[in-house]
């Protein structure tokens, strides 16, 4: 896969499915600053839109970071995309930080990835995902601060 083309390992629809997941994930990464979870705090203050899209078999016992918004993966893009109908209240813009969340910091990757396709630039997620920032002994909420239908 090629970073020139600008598909951060994105595959094509006309594209032979060639690629294995672990090298597509790769190249969704290649190039992106992602966010250590000690520093995920520092990011919120200065604005950082942070998305947890894991699911709520798994929020509900784990927990939820202070201030990030719960997002279906499902349904991420529609709510995120400045252009849809079906856009969330106080969605982040395009040109702002957006730090995806999930248990171990894959799914997030690729999801992140997809968001730079929507052009959300500076889409990123947590390195090692929640699981990693509770392992750090950071603050968790028992409620998440928000829910996105």
Do not use: K
Not at 21 to 33: D, F, K, V, Y
Not at 68 to 80: F, M, P, S, Y
Not at 97 to 124: H, K, W
């Amino acid at each position: 896969m090629s970073e020139a083309d600008g598909s951060h390992g994105r595959r094509r629809a006309e594209a032979a499915p060639a690629h294995g997941i672990e090298e597509i994930l790769e190249a969704s990464r290649r190039g992106i600053q992602r966010i250590a979870p000690q520093d995920l705090a520092a990011a919120q203050a200065q604005g950082a839109h942070v998305i947890d899209i894991r699911s709520a078999a798994t929020r509900e016992p784990e927990g939820h970071i202070p201030g990030a918004a719960v997002i279906e993966r499902l349904v991420l893009e529609w709510r995120l995309d400045p252009a849809g109908d079906h856009r969330m209240p106080e969605s982040p813009e395009r040109d702002e930080l957006v730090v995806v969340v999930c248990n171990e910091g894959y799914y997030s990757s690729l999801a992140a990835r997809d968001l730079r396709d929507l052009g959300f630039r500076r889409a990123t997620d947590i390195v090692g995902g929640f699981r990693a920032y509770a392992r750090a002994g950071l603050p968790t909420d028992t409620e998440p601060t928000r829910t996105v239908l």
